[in-house]
């Protein structure tokens, strides 16, 4: 970038050079075998580089930015660790807003595309549920750098994604999927009728990423090792055994336990 503006490549294409007659040589066609640059390349000969750049930036920003939040983290450390330029950074990005912005898609993006592999094929609305639970806590268990994303931006009031058509693009599948759930449940006497898929979700992700968010200071308050396998199996079964309850709780098939008005 110079004075501002970002600095065009030049060119390789090379002229083909006149022959007799004043026409140009027509340009010999590149086989399989062509000699190629040592630049890596996609199946269709694509130069990568540009994308593999971008990539490794966007991973440090990730890092700094769940580590120090959206104020704390520099673009100068950003540019250090990615070993590019600070033009470079800007080139792709354009602001440090925007490259926050576009490591909350990234995370985001990464979080959809889990929540899709949850199984659909299960045994009965009792399991689905069950495998839903595992997989949200599973998730926020192996993200820690998207909850330091997210502490950042609540502290943001959201303000950042409003800014993103991304990041909601995936919930409507999940929504779909537990609120077809619920339906088989209340179909088979399982659950209650009338939960709201929102409302549950809310609930399940909720139970499981405040554990894991907090685990820390809370081992210290509670004299609990919190982050021990066997503690987080425990937990695990809590969070099922809490969404079962409330979904069972006076479900047609479960007559000896009658709803009361709150």
Known sequence: MRNGQPVREKSTKKKAAPVK????????????????????TT???????ANKTRQRILDVATQEFSAK???????????????VSKNLIYHYF???????????????????KHQMTWPLDVSSPVDGIRKLVRST?????????FIGLLNSENFHKGKHLRK????????????????????????????????????????ISALAYHYLS???????????????????????????DLTLGYLQYGAAGRKGRSRKAS
């Open 214 to 240: 907090n685990r820390y200071t809370l081992s210290y308050l509670l004299d609990r090792k919190l982050s021990t396998e066997d503690e987080m199996k425990a937990r695990i079964v809590h969070i099922e």
């Open 43 to 49: 199946a269709n000969g694509v130069a990568t580089n």
């Open 94 to 112: 354009g602001s440090k807003e925007k490259l926050f912005i576009a490591v909350l898609e990234q995370a985001y993006q990464g979080m959809h």
């Open 21 to 40: 007659g004043g026409k140009a040589a027509p340009a010999k066609p590149r086989t399989a075998a062509s000699p190629r640059s040592n630049a890596p």
């Open 69 to 83: 939040g959206y104020d704390g983290a520099r673009i100068d450390d950003i540019m250090r660790l990615s070993k």
């Open 137 to 145: 806590f599973k998730y926020w268990r192996d993200s820690p750098e």
């Open 164 to 203: 993103s058509k991304l990041t909601k693009a995936g919930y409507g599948g999940l929504l779909g999927n537990i609120a077809n759930l619920l339906k088989e449940g209340e179909k088979s006497g399982d659950f209650r009728s009338g939960v709201d898929p929102v409302e549950l979700y809310i609930s």
